[in-house]
């Protein structure tokens, strides 16, 4: 088991949980938090026994941002050698669903991590925001992009021009999220969705993220395509055998996960 500072891990059946850990400072994004939370969940998406990756932060936040303190002494030469920066590590990409359990601030590069996973339930008393307009920068861990496709450019260029807060109401309303929940039961609906998801066969779990990932980044005719072609590999799994084959004899399916 890796030691971590800034994180930590916990597996339970095959759900895997990473909580961000770094109370002095709202869980700001450090880069070894980055660097540990890329470790964790490449670790977690290889392991073919995690079918589902909740990343969480405290009950104040979920993050708030990058850590600003580190990067108020950077320069444009600095940020342009792209060492000054982990990197996310294709994290977005990875082939295990991925879930963001959301309470508290969810500001800057903190809702920029919450919009790379693939369900974001958040606590009634969620805030998400993209404040970096206030400290003279732009989004840089795809909030410019990732926003405007998950509300819509009006929505997003308000909140981006702005840098103003919305509150979960607004953000579920605004498709932002997938569901609210009361903030005292955000761990437990997010374990029940996770170990659902997480019960479903893989290779299909995997291939429906893929074309889910492909609606995001290709025509709808290249998208229509990866879904097709996805859709007749499964007939090769031992899973899509075995779903069929329970339904037909009225039985509950007992998935290998291959
Ligand atoms: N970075 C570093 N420290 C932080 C951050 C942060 N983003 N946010 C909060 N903290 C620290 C505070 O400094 C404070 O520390 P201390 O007690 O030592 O002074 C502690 O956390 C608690 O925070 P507050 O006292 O401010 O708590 P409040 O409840 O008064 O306020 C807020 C909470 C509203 C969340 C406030 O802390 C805030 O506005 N934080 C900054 C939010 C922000 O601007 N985030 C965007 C950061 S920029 C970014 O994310 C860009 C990402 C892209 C990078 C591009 C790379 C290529």
């Known amino acids: 088991q890796t030691q971590y500072t800034a994180i930590i891990t916990e597996v339970e059946g095959r759900v ?19 660097a540990e939370l890329v470790d964790a969940a490449s670790k977690f998406d290889a392991d ?49 669903p991925t879930i963001a359990a959301v309470s508290g601030f969810a500001l800057g590069g903190g809702c920029e991590l919450a919009m790379m996973c693939d369900i974001i339930i958040a606590a009634d008393n969620a805030k998400f925001g993209q404040p970096e307009i206030n400290l003279g920068v ?36 605004s498709g932002l999220v997938s569901r609210v929940v009361p903030a005292a039961e955000l761990i437990d609906t997010v374990k029940q969705a ?32 990866v879904e097709q072609i996805a859709f007749q590999a499964l007939f090769a799994t031992e899973d899509q055998t075995e779903g069929m084959r329970a339904f ?4 509950e399916a007992n998935f290998k996960h291959r």
């Open 138 to 173: 732009i989004p840089g861990f795809g909030g410019t992009q990732r926003l405007p496709r998950a509300i819509g450019k009006y929505k997003a260029a308000d909140m981006v021009l702005t840098g103003r807060m919305m509150g979960a109401e607004e953000a579920e309303r």
């Open 194 to 225: 996770a170990a659902l998801i997480a019960s479903k066969p893989l290779p299909a779990l995997y291939a429906a993220k893929n074309a889910l990932q492909a609606a995001e980044e290709s025509s709808l005719s290249e998208g229509l395509r």
């Open 48 to 96: 073919p026994n995690v079918g589902a990756i909740i990343i969480t932060g405290s009950e104040r936040a979920f993050a708030a941002g990058a850590d600003i303190k580190g990067m108020l002494e950077l320069e444009y030469s600095d940020v342009l050698a792209g060492g000054a920066f982990p990197s996310w590590g294709g994290i977005e990409q990875m082939l295990t």
């Open 16 to 34: 895997a949980t990473i909580t961000l850990n770094r109370p002095e400072a709202l869980n700001a994004l450090s880069n070894t938090l980055i």
């Open 248 to 251: 037909a004899e009225k039985r």
